[in-house]
């Protein structure tokens, strides 16, 4: 049973268009979730986080939605450039107990074309 | 400030064998995660450690094990190794055991033939 799910497994943009990656998920007890942005042979490097008391959270170019009665999260990243083009994990956490613990979905391939 | 490191980076084992992987933490980080990674199941967790207990354990088999000294460093052991353990190994460290933003270190890609 897959609790987090990213059903779109690539996509691939224009550079200088908005990226938005989205992530559906089914526990209800997830309040806090994060992604990741995973370049090949290196590991995950955190982005950008929210809090489910939160509907939005921006750094930067990015920026990170929740809609907690959908259970759907979504990052958006304006422009996008060539160097984004990466995988994107989209991560929940917060299971009561379990911080430590980040349930992950299967990952987007973000490709930015020039 | 170095980040996470893991050791060895890539390692080649035979079936029936055990194998150690070691992660250094970001200094000052107390907590500890191992996942797993292969191309059909993704990231999956393995367990967390903080103040040399585990806190957390994911659904993988009893071969699977791990410890965190008091320096905060961890290890992992697999033994009586299967091919289906080859995968990318991948160590996280937090500075707390309720933070919830963990940092990867690059991972051991490990090989069973």
């Known amino acids: 049973d897959q609790q987090v799910k990213q059903n779109s497994p690539s996509l691939s943009v224009q550079e200088g268009r908005i990226s938005i990656l989205n992530c559906d998920y089914t526990n209800s007890m997830f309040d806090y979730f994060l992604w990741y942005k995973k370049y090949p042979a290196e590991g995950p490097t955190f982005l950008i986080s929210i809090s489910s008391i939160k509907d939005k959270n921006e750094d930067g170019r990015f920026t990170v939605f929740l809609n907690k009665s959908a259970k759907h999260l979504s990052l958006h990243i304006v422009p996008s450039q060539p160097g984004d083009s990466a995988v994107y994990f989209c991560a929940a956490s917060g299971d009561a107990g379990n911080t430590g613990k980040l349930i992950f979905g299967q990952g987007t391939t973000l490709q930015v074309k020039p | 400030k170095a980040g996470v490191t893991q050791t060895p980076r890539y390692l080649i084992k035979t079936r029936g064998q055990q194998v150690t992987l070691s992660c250094s933490p970001i200094s000052g980080h107390r907590s500890v995660s191992w996942y797993q990674q292969t191309p059909g199941q993704g990231l999956q967790f393995l367990f967390e450690?903080?103040?040399?207990?585990?806190?957390n354990k994911g659904n993988f088999p009893g071969r699977f094990s791990g410890r965190q000294f008091s320096n905060s460093r961890s290890e992992m052991n697999v033994s009586t190794l299967e091919l289906g353990d080859s995968a990318l190994y991948l160590c996280a460290s937090s500075l707390l055991a309720d933070s919830y933003e963990q940092y990867f270190g690059p991972g051991t890609r490990l090989t069973v033939t």
């Open positions: 450690y903080f103040s040399e207990t585990q806190r």
